[in-house]
């Protein structure tokens, strides 16, 4: 099992930052992608950033340049997300994710925090 805690969401104006963080606990595999994915209302639930066991990011095309995904420190899994140059559109709860390719497969989510970016 496999524990996401996320943490740092709240309202903020366009153009501000947040810090959103997931602590990680459990039975965790080193091998493994640690990912903020959002939902906005009335939308797919999309990938935002994600962070594999070795180092590799990807982001998706609307958070390049403006959000970062990093790990709190080398020796867990807990990661951040710093987002900055917040838009309304990046309004949505956001969610950890925890992937371990396996076998077995194993894909946990945290509970989700809101963000909400006034205009």
């Known amino acids: 099992q496999v524990q996401l805690v996320e943490s740092g969401g709240g309202l903020v104006q366009a153009g501000g930052s947040l810090r959103l963080s997931c602590a990680a606990s459990?039975?965790?595999?080193?091998?493994?992608?640690m990912s903020w994915y959002r939902q906005a209302p009335g939308k797919q639930r999309e990938l935002v950033a994600s962070?594999?066991?070795?180092?590799?990011?990807?982001y998706a095309d609307s958070a390049k340049g403006r959000f970062t995904i990093s790990r709190v420190n080398a020796k867990n899994y807990s990661v951040y997300l710093e987002m900055n140059s917040l838009k309304p559109e990046d309004t949505a709860v956001y969610y950890c994710n925890y992937f371990h390719r396996g076998p077995p497969q194993l894909n946990y989510w945290g509970q989700g925090t809101q963000v909400t970016v006034s205009s």
């Open positions: 459990g039975n965790i595999f080193s091998i493994n992608t």
């Open positions: 962070l594999t066991g070795t180092g590799f990011t990807n």
